[in-house]
């Protein structure tokens, strides 16, 4: 079994490479994805590799990125689009919703659409203005598009390639400032024997509080599943990995054994996924609160500058305060 210590940049690289050794139909195409590698790498030697009819340097244009890819699915390839930033998805917006979203349901089936969009999420890299946006509620929300996003290198490993090899179209969501974190990945596990790509995952079991997480957030939950453990409390901390579809067995579960959530998220609170989670849980697991489902979350804001940046994204003394408010009621 080969197992290597790998970054989650690494790790989307290697998985990224392993897809385009398979299949011949997979091809890469963003701004500065070839010759560059990307901004932070990720297609770093692919071209050189590959050639720059597979790993394309495209214009500047996100919406023409996303709309010659939808040709390209509809012949038969596979697709991977990289977005720069988060915040520039929206030109590419409208063809994601009309065109990507609808074309299998517009064509009665007939047609499939597999290709991923990949997008580096989140804030915490002190970066400018249209950088560290979390537009994943936009995208949870549109019928007909999947949405996933990793946090740990082993995953973000298997689940890039996973959604390259699905036949829909998956938005892939990359908590950009973990991109340096590093951890184990078994490169030589097959594909049929990993983990569903839409599945949550218990990521430390716990008896007291049930906290949800996702992407760039895992870390910050385990962090305060730690401390709050030198307290007493056991924190269960689970990774959702995909929003939509959402998998909630795991947190169904979860909550019926401690009787209290926390949902933590970067992105504004207002209408996001945090809010469909509360609502979801009542339904499910009514009897078994001992109180309202928490959000802790970013604020309903545009993004701050960046010098101010730490106080706008949820850290461990906000999740620990909201664990706290949960022994309230």
Not at 14 to 34: F, H, Q, S, W, Y
Not at 66 to 83: D, F, H, N, Q, S
Not at 212 to 224: F, Q
Request: glycine letters at 8%; aromatic letters at 8%; a negative charge.
């Amino acid at each position: 079994m080969a197992t290597e210590t790998l970054t989650i940049g690494k790790a989307l690289n290697t998985g990224l490479r392993r897809a385009l050794e398979n299949d011949p139909k997979v091809i890469i195409m963003g701004e500065d994805v070839g010759k560059l590698g990307g901004v932070f790498r990720i297609t770093d030697g692919l071209q050189k590799d590959f050639g720059d009819q597979r790993v394309i340097d495209t214009p500047l244009a996100e919406s023409g990125i996303i709309g010659t890819a939808v040709g390209l699915a509809i012949r038969g390839y596979r697709p991977v689009c990289e977005i720069q930033f988060d915040g520039f998805v929206y030109p590419a917006y409208d063809q994601i919703v009309s065109q990507v979203a609808k074309m299998h349901y517009r064509s009665g089936g007939k047609l499939s659409i597999p290709m991923v969009i990949r997008i580096p999420f989140g804030g915490g890299i002190g970066a400018v203005e249209h950088h560290s946006e979390s537009p994943e509620a936009y995208f949870a929300h549109t019928a007909g598009l999947k949405v996933v996003t990793c946090a740990n290198p082993q995953d973000a490993y298997v689940m890039i390639q996973q959604a390259i090899y699905s036949d829909d179209p998956i938005v892939f969501l990359e908590p950009k400032r973990r991109y340096w974190e590093k951890g184990q990945v078994d490169l030589d596990a097959p594909l049929s024997d990993a983990y569903p790509l839409h599945s949550a995952r218990v990521v430390r079991p716990g008896t007291d509080v049930t906290v949800l997480a996702y992407g760039p957030m895992v870390r910050t939950c385990l962090e305060a599943a730690t401390a709050a453990a030198e307290d007493g409390r056991e924190l269960e901390v689970i990774d959702l990995r995909s929003l939509s579809p959402l998998d909630l067995t795991a947190a169904y579960e979860s909550v019926k054994r401690t009787g209290r959530v926390v949902v933590v998220h970067e992105a504004p609170s207002n209408i996001g996924l945090g809010a469909e989670l509360a609502a979801r849980i009542t339904e499910e697991c009514f009897y078994s609160l001992e109180s309202p489902v928490l959000r802790v979350t970013g604020f309903d804001t545009p993004y701050p500058a960046s010098r101010v940046e730490e106080e706008y994204l949820p850290d461990l003394d906000r999740v620990l305060d909201a664990v706290d408010r949960t022994f309230g009621w």
